[in-house]
């Protein structure tokens, strides 16, 4: 897929390039994301050039996984505080996301399966230290999941974390992801399985079509 750019009232999203890796650098060496997040520890400017360069470009061509970078739009301390609706840019043109933008985290969708009767994908973040509590990561999977519904067909849209990882569920419930239970062992994180909650939003939770006929179980009396 050619790479496309996103944007919310107060962000921008876009694949990552290279003037971003020094700020992608930073932002990952950071405890707290690399307790729930599977990258390099410590996490060094070869490994964002590795990702940025490798990992998130050869996602893009090869339809495997669409990374964004996450960005605040125009310079940084602009004031903008105000959360709007996802849109998309079939260019690349920095709306208001160019070289004064913050780093704000990464939102993906991985585990693509969009060519198959299932037409799932999951959905994965991180928020880079600064920016959390803000809303931002809400905001932005918001766009993201819109994107993938609207434009990728997208029908059901899972997220996993670790049980632990309160942050990352309260996005996720932010957002309306629907809990189904916890997957024992279901994540290698460091060499050691743990387990996950798991989750799913469908098009009809935010309004979109559901394009294949959903049956769901009856109520357990």
């Keep these: 897929m050619e790479p ?79 959360g709007g609706d996802g849109g998309a840019d079939g260019d690349r043109a920095a709306d208001g996301g160019g070289p004064g933008g913050e780093l704000v985290g990464s939102m993906g969708l991985v585990r693509l399966s969009l060519r198959t009767a299932e037409r799932q994908a999951e959905l994965g973040f991180w928020t880079a230290r600064g920016h959390r509590r803000k809303g931002y990561t809400a905001e932005a999977a918001r766009a993201v999941a819109d994107w993938a519904f609207s434009a990728l067909g997208v029908e059901r849209l ?18 309306g992801f629907v809990e189904e239970g916890i997957a024992r062992a279901r994540i290698v994180h460091r060499g050691t399985r743990r387990d996950a909650r798991v989750a799913a939003l469908l098009p009809s939770d935010l309004g979109h079509p559901q394009p294949t006929p959903y049956l769901p179980s009856p109520p357990r009396g």
């Excluded at 899972?158 to 957002?175: D, F, I, K, M, Y």
């Design 4 to 82: 496309i750019t996103l944007h919310t009232e107060r962000l921008l999203l876009r694949p990552f390039e290279e003037r971003d890796e020094a700020a992608l650098a930073a932002a990952c060496d950071d405890p707290d994301i690399q307790r729930f997040v599977p990258v390099p520890e410590p996490y060094t400017l070869k490994d964002a050039e590795e990702f940025v360069r490798g990992v998130s470009a050869n996602g893009w061509r090869e339809d495997t996984m669409y990374n964004f970078g996450v960005f605040t739009r125009g310079a940084p301390g602009d004031g903008a505080d105000k």
């Design 158 to 175: 899972e997220w996993l974390a670790q049980v632990e990882n309160t942050g990352s569920r309260a996005v996720a419930q932010r957002l």
